[in-house]
């Protein structure tokens, strides 16, 4: 066979075409004489593709750099992943995300007291509304018990004041009865001859 002349199935070198191309090329397309890849796939490098990235490397002609993983491992040779997690500080799939430290960074020193000045005055707030809550219930109950107990002594005085005006009206009335004056009138009152008409 030449050497202009291609295979006809793609992923096939040699005389003969009878040699399957290295897993790794890239669409499965190697030189129709020795058979080394003419790219690789993502992860993998070497005439043959036969080799993962090496430490610290990933993707496409291991041409990424990995991300911060933890104990320095290397990342997956294909898609950059920390597969073991993230070093201190670091996070996320690739661990290329730092984490803003709460010492030596302004804007992180700055929000715990944020926090602290807003908290505060809601805690005043709710302290204050409470004490006034229980001073008004307190009073109103002082209050309560202050009306019932005028409300009793109001209520003696007027079964006194009752008790006196019995005892006036019987003896008026027995005055009456014992009056023949009243006796009179009483009988005044009775139907005439005169109503009838």
Do not use: W
């Not at 499965?28 to 058979?35: A, R, Y």
């Not at 730092?98 to 030596?104: F, R």
């Not at 804007?107 to 409470?130: D, F, G, Q, W």
């Not at 109103?140 to 008790?163: A, F, T």
Request: a negative charge; charged letters at 20%.
């Amino acid at each position: 066979m030449s050497h202009g002349v291609r295979c006809p199935v793609t992923g096939y070198y040699g005389e003969d075409c009878s040699l399957p191309c290295p897993q790794n090329c890239q669409e499965g397309h190697c030189h129709i004489v020795d058979g080394t890849c003419l790219g690789c796939v993502p992860g993998y490098t070497g005439a043959r593709c036969d080799k993962e990235c090496s430490v610290g490397k990933f993707g496409q002609n291991c041409s990424y750099q990995c991300g911060h993983c933890l104990k320095k491992e290397q990342c997956h040779h294909i898609n950059g992943t920390c597969l073991n997690g993230c070093v201190e500080n670091y996070n996320g799939s690739y661990c290329t995300q730092a984490i803003a430290l709460t010492y030596g960074d302004p804007a992180s020193v700055s929000e715990p007291y944020t926090t602290l000045y807003v908290c505060i005055p809601i805690i005043i707030l709710s302290v204050s509304l409470n004490v006034y809550l229980i001073i008004s219930i307190i009073l109103s109950r002082h209050l309560r018990n202050k009306n019932s107990e005028e409300k009793q002594q109001k209520n003696s005085k007027n079964v006194d004041e009752h008790v006196e005006t019995t005892r006036f009206s019987k003896t008026v009335y027995d005055q009456v009865e014992e009056n023949p004056a009243y006796q009179e009138l009483g009988e005044i009152t009775k139907e005439s001859q005169f109503d009838k008409v």
